[in-house]
């Protein structure tokens, strides 16, 4: 079964899960990797937990979403090192894999509610950094 999410691969077909997933993967790596390159310290985000799908959208939304998101956050949790800072967003905003009803706008976006929790805890992570100088 193909995934369909609008992503189409250079050939006009559309892309796998798996492919997709991968995809990601191996973008995520190489933006931190140039980053890295370039004497930054990368603060990443994994990739917030879905809100509920409305009705509407249910025909189009594919049940291995939630999965696909758990499998490049580990992903992004194990690129934390020297440098790395990944901030688990997924924990922070979750219940039962799923996001947290009253931090969720829709299915993709956070509410007032959740951005005040993940800013708050974002600046509590960037208040513990020390200041480093470009190279």
Known sequence: MEWKLGQTSSHGGSLTRD??????????RDIISRSRVAGATV???TIFPVGPVPLIKRPLW???IPDAVREVNRDLLSMHEPGVIVFDT???LQDGGNRRS???ADTLHL????????????RKQLNTLEPTTPR
């Open 19 to 28: 492919q997709i997933v991968s995809d990601c993967k191996r973008n995520l």
């Open 43 to 45: 603060i990443v985000t």
């Open 62 to 64: 594919s049940s291995q």
């Open 90 to 92: 997924f924990e922070l």
């Open 102 to 104: 009253n931090y969720a």
């Open 111 to 122: 509410n007032a509610e959740g951005y005040a929790v993940l800013n708050e805890r974002l």
